[in-house]
């Protein structure tokens, strides 16, 4: 059992480039988020979905995009990236009565 | 909005000491609180949960009370390890699908 699979697990990207980061979960989970960690800051809801074809915004969504196509994947795209975005991304999924099963994060860094 | 609050750290401790994380949070309803960990380089993990008030949550020698009048989930453990040192994560999930974060306490524990 898997868990939650992300990847890469680190990336290096020039400002106004874009990318996808992959969020896979085996575990059948209807819940799916991304966070990012800042220090200092704990951990920030960046879009969240309740269920394939549904995504929703969080706390920080700007300058990210979500689709959840499958119950499994839910990929985070960065349209043009920017120093702001440097930061430490953990995609986590749950069923209702648990809690968050967390990814391993992808480092990302924005030059 | 839901927030939670956390003693700020590092928390430097000695081998066999006591741990207390203090933690409070503000909700509109009734929240569900958890305690994550993260250790180096890692994701987070549950730690430990409770979804009522009263409720205990215990997990590894690490042990919290929800308390609705005080508003808090206080972290403890009676003698902690090298082993426990990590960052430790107070969260809320007020509707099912969303987590809300403290900042994080480092925890260092000198052998």
């Known amino acids: 059992n898997a868990g939650v699979t992300q990847t890469p697990k680190f990336q290096v990207l020039k400002t106004g480039q874009s990318m996808t980061l992959q969020c896979a979960q085996d575990m059948n989970h209807e819940y799916m988020s991304w966070y990012r960690q800042d220090p200092g800051m704990g951990l920030r809801l960046i879009h969240y979905s309740v269920g394939a074809g549904i995504t929703d915004q969080g706390e920080v969504p700007n300058g990210y995009n979500v689709s959840r196509s499958t119950t499994e994947d839910f990929p985070l795209r960065l349209l043009s990236a920017a120093p702001s975005q440097t930061s430490v991304y953990f995609c986590a999924s749950r069923t209702i009565n648990d809690g968050y099963t967390f990814g391993s994060g992808t480092r990302l860094t924005v030059v | 909005g839901d927030s939670v609050t956390q003693m700020e750290g590092p928390v430097t401790l000695s081998e066999e000491a006591f741990l207390t994380i203090n933690c409070t949070y503000t909700a509109t309803g009734y929240p569900s609180l958890f305690w994550y960990v993260q250790y180096p380089g890692e994701g987070l993990q549950l730690l430990l949960k409770a979804t009522k008030a009263d409720d205990k949550g215990s997990n590894k020698g690490f042990e919290a009370t929800y308390r609705k009048e005080t508003t808090s989930f206080h972290l403890e453990k009676g003698s902690v390890q090298v082993s426990d040192s990590a960052v430790y994560f107070c969260?809320?999930?007020?509707?099912?699908?969303?987590?809300?974060f403290g900042a994080g306490t480092i925890l260092r524990v000198k052998s």
């Open positions: 969260a809320l999930s007020d509707y099912g699908n969303k987590l809300v």
